[in-house]
């Protein structure tokens, strides 16, 4: 059973950079066919997605964050990794990773709230 | 960007009763890359239909949907009291991948 599992701050100051990193057990993140995704949902509002990366590197991203958007991965430690540069207080929500097969989201992680305040 | 544009925005039906989501999409989805997605307070959504017709691993066959081009459905044939939850629609036939803001099915 495949799991994903997001880590990071919880709390970020405005104009600094958000990190997340998720890490993927009971899988290989290097299994061909799958996009491993960061997808958003502010307060109480619907979903948004962020963007994806495949295990070789191939990103794809969100035109309306891509200026601020770096996702990466680390296969040694099948792991991947968000990064959202210069957040505002519009940057506030709950951020999931997700498992894309290839695009339909059939693994989620259970989300971590990431709120920018000063 | 493709647009999707759930209807109603609120469902208040009885546990027993039947439930027809819609979502329109401000194009045609032309390969059908359709999903619909369960979310429940405090939860990750879950998976329920893909590929705008089948149903996810482990998916009760009182889920079902169908649907081409710009209008798509969601079918709860019977509703269990676990089913009431905030419903997405989401299309990854066009990039961005994007949601509809969903549907709310609620207790009568």
């Known amino acids: 059973q495949v799991q994903l599992q997001e880590s990071g701050p919880g709390l970020v100051k405005p104009s600094q950079t958000l990190s997340l990193t998720c890490t993927v057990s009971g899988g290989s993140i290097i299994i061909g066919g799958y996009h491993w995704n960061w997808i958003r949902q502010h307060p109480g509002k619907g979903l948004e997605w962020i963007g994806y990366i495949y295990y070789d590197g191939t990103t794809n991203y969100n035109p309306s964050l891509k200026s601020r958007v770096t996702i990466s991965v680390d296969t040694s430690k099948n792991q991947f990794s968000l990064k959202l540069s210069s957040v505002t207080a519009a940057d506030t929500a709950v951020y999931y990773c997700?498992?894309?097969?290839?695009?339909?989201?059939?693994?989620w992680g259970q989300g971590t709230l990431v709120t920018v305040s000063s | 960007e493709i647009v999707l544009t759930q209807s109603p925005g609120t469902l208040s039906l009885s546990p027993g009763e039947r439930a027809t989501l819609s979502c329109r999409a401000s194009?045609?989805?032309?390969?059908?890359?359709f999903t619909w997605y369960q979310q429940k307070l405090g939860q990750a959504p879950r998976l329920l239909i893909y590929?705008?017709?089948s149903r996810a691993t482990g998916i009760p066959d009182r889920f079902s949907g169908s649907g081409s081009g710009t209008d798509f459905t969601l079918t709860i044939s019977r509703l269990e009291p676990e089913d009431f939850a905030v419903y997405y629609c989401?299309?990854?036939?066009?990039?961005?991948?994007?949601f509809g803001q969903g549907t709310k099915v609620e207790i009568k």
């Open positions: 194009q045609s989805v032309i390969s059908n890359y």
């Open positions: 989401q299309q990854y036939d066009s990039s961005p991948w994007t």
């Open positions: 997700a498992r894309g097969a290839p695009a339909e989201f059939d693994y």
């Open positions: 590929d705008a017709s």
